[in-house]
């Protein structure tokens, strides 16, 4: 929460977060972590790490001294007391789509920018805008919670790749592979056999 926070002042940008992966068991109530971090976090897996998108690495840091030493000043209360829960527009269009994912998982293929922002009561351009204004674009959320589901298939051992694809909403399984070595940098059987390589070591 910390990283993320101090990350987002840094940029003076609402950081989108595709995936947080946590090496620890499942809390009682994994749910309310959902409201903290943008998403869902996934437990018991091989590494703790934040997944987003690498273009947030090339925004230009926005805070100058006097600003940092006003938030050291008030640190470490500044990254815990003012984070509440995400309710940014962007957060909104997240969850739109992981609900259509988790009602039918080829469903978020469907789920156009059209249709969200009628879910949403706004227009297409300024669900587009507002959406800017925040530092995002629709299809890269849309990419963080396809990107998501995928690794979540991915590390079922016992799910072939063609029917990730299927499920997934891809009609062949090498645009499939080409996403996600778009979203990841590595192939999906790539990223399976380094995952399963951490849990047998």
């Known amino acids: 929460m910390i990283l993320i926070r101090w990350s987002s002042w840094m940029i003076d940008k609402k950081l989108l977060v595709a995936r947080i992966d946590f090496n620890a068991p499942t809390p009682e109530d994994p749910g309310e972590r959902a409201h903290i971090f943008g998403c869902a976090p ?18 230009r840091v926005a805070q100058t001294p006097h600003t940092l030493a006003e938030f050291l000043a008030q640190a470490p209360v500044s990254l815990l007391s003012h984070y509440q829960r995400d309710t940014s527009l ?33 227009t297409s351009q300024t669900l587009r805008r ?22 979540h ?11 990730i694809a299927t499920k997934m909403g891809f009609s062949e399984p090498s645009v499939f592979f080409k996403a996600f070595k778009r979203w990841t940098g590595l192939t999906p059987g790539a990223y399976r056999e380094r995952e399963f390589a951490k849990q047998r070591t």
């Open 130 to 151: 507002r959406l800017k204004e925040e530092g995002n674009s629709f299809q890269e959320i849309k990419d963080a919670v396809r990107c998501s589901l995928a690794i």
């Open 42 to 59: 996934h437990f018991n897996q091989s590494a703790t790490r934040i997944c987003f998108a690498t273009r947030f690495l090339d925004e």
């Open 153 to 163: 298939y991915l590390l079922r051992d016992d799910l072939p790749m063609q029917d």
């Open 90 to 122: 962007s957060a909104q269009v997240r969850q739109l789509l992981q609900n259509a994912a988790d009602s039918d998982h080829s469903g978020i293929d469907q789920c156009g920018l059209e249709q969200v922002a009628q879910a949403l009561h706004l």
